[in-house]
């Protein structure tokens, strides 16, 4: 009787530890089965989002419009202090909001005296700039962009009344140097924004650094000034330089 | 026109003065343009110093040294007139070699000025292209145009053998 009874209870325990054992056992797939569900979806949504933006991506047009623009820092700069005068107009193609190759031609002539009262004066002269942007938002009203230029300018020149001083012999005269020609190349980095203001108007500033790849030396001198570059200080090889644009899009644009 | 657009516009304008305010970073360049001449003697070719020396420039203001019994010197650095072709230097040999001398030897340069404005914040130098030197032979034996052109480097120009 007493076996039985030991029978009994192990037959029953050993039915509940196995239902137990069951019960925690399907619980834990449902918790699985759940957490799998929720990552099919998660995934789901993010082929849907990945789907969406290349939807939206390629409705944007390849070409999404020209757009003109003029930089007002020099000329109002010349209103302030009567030394450089420069002119620059550019051209950028709008390539599916995200690429914008851009042209960027100048004028400027530079009148500038010393400390020490002598005169750099250079002829107008022209320079060219070309390189593309590339628009960190795929936005076309408001963006941040990085980007990267060519530059070249040649420049006629003269200075006028350079103090010459020898100590030793005590000597003292001023010079003129004149007819002084020097070519120069040089790249720059770009980083800058633009914003939309209205319609076909938008404005924006950009600073760079620019890296002198070549300038031909005269005989005389090396040149001051170069256009479309700034200021060529011995033994710097860099410059930097600010733009304040305002741009307008040509009312034409790409179709979707 | 939104806020931030506004804010921006007034941000670029505000760091403008600061950018453009960079970049001037003073002369970095050598500008003092002298002809240096060299002491050889003849016998090997060697360089050598003198115990004692004293230079100067013939018609210089207040008869002023350029060197005044200078000791350990095996090479002297000449200022050249800037608006004349011609300058001349009297050398004063006081001692080579622990030997008391007492020799003088005069040289002149011959040459052609060219002005060259380097930068604003270095200025303008005047270089040299020596045509021909002539010179005294008290002690003085012969002397070598090592390199014509006199710029701003410190290159040897004269070599005087004695």
């Known amino acids: ?256 | 026109m939104k806020p931030y657009k506004i804010l921006l516009a007034l941000l670029s304008l505000i760091l403008l003065p600061s950018i453009v305010g960079c970049g001037n970073e003073g002369c970095q360049e050598t500008i003092s343009v002298n002809a240096r001449c060299s002491f050889y003697k003849k016998s090997n070719n060697k360089s050598f110093s003198f115990d004692s020396i004293t230079v100067y420039g013939v018609g210089a203001p207040d008869d002023s040294l350029l060197y005044n019994r200078s000791t350990s010197q095996s090479y002297v650095k000449l200022p050249l007139k800037k608006f004349t072709e011609e300058s001349s230097y009297v050398f004063h040999f006081q001692g080579a070699e622990s030997e008391i001398i007492d020799k003088k030897d005069t040289v002149t340069f011959y040459y052609k000025n060219q002005s060259y404005f380097i930068s604003e914040d270095c200025g303008t130098v005047v270089h040299h292209l020596v045509d021909s030197v002539i010179y005294t032979r008290h002690y003085i034996d012969s002397l070598i145009i090592a390199k014509q052109s006199i710029i701003n480097l410190d290159e040897e120009n004269l070599l005087l053998l004695f």
């Open chain 1, 1 to 256: 009787m007493k076996k039985i009874f030991y029978y009994s209870f192990s037959l029953i325990l050993l039915l509940l530890s196995s239902t137990i054992e069951a019960q925690s056992y399907s619980s834990a797939q449902r918790s699985r089965s759940a957490e799998e569900a929720q990552q099919r979806r998660e995934a789901e949504k993010k082929a849907a989002e990945k789907a969406q933006k290349k939807l939206r991506r390629d409705s944007i047009p390849l070409f999404g419009g020209i757009t003109l623009g003029t930089d007002l820092i020099a000329p109002g700069s010349y209103l302030l202090k009567r030394e450089k005068l420069s002119f620059q107009v550019s051209a950028e193609v709008n390539l599916k909001n995200r690429y914008y190759p851009i042209v960027e031609l100048g004028t400027s002539r530079m009148n500038l005296t010393s400390e020490d009262d002598y005169n750099f004066k250079s002829k107008n002269a022209f320079y060219s700039r070309v390189g593309l942007n590339y628009a960190f938002q795929q936005r076309p009203d408001f963006y941040f962009y990085g980007g990267i230029r060519y530059g070249f300018s040649h420049v006629s020149y003269d200075i006028l009344g350079i103090p010459i001083v020898g100590d030793y012999w005590g000597e003292s005269q001023r010079v003129d140097i004149l007819d002084q020609k020097s070519f120069s190349q040089w790249a720059s980095i770009v980083a800058g924004i633009k914003v939309k203001i209205y319609k076909g108007f938008s404005m924006g500033w950009n600073v760079r650094y620019n890296f002198l790849i070549s300038s031909t030396k005269n005989a005389n001198s090396n040149t001051w000034f170069i256009p479309g570059y700034g200021m060529n200080q011995a033994g710097s090889s860099s410059s930097t330089a600010v733009e304040y644009n305002i741009y307008y899009q040509l009312p034409f644009r790409g179709k979707k």
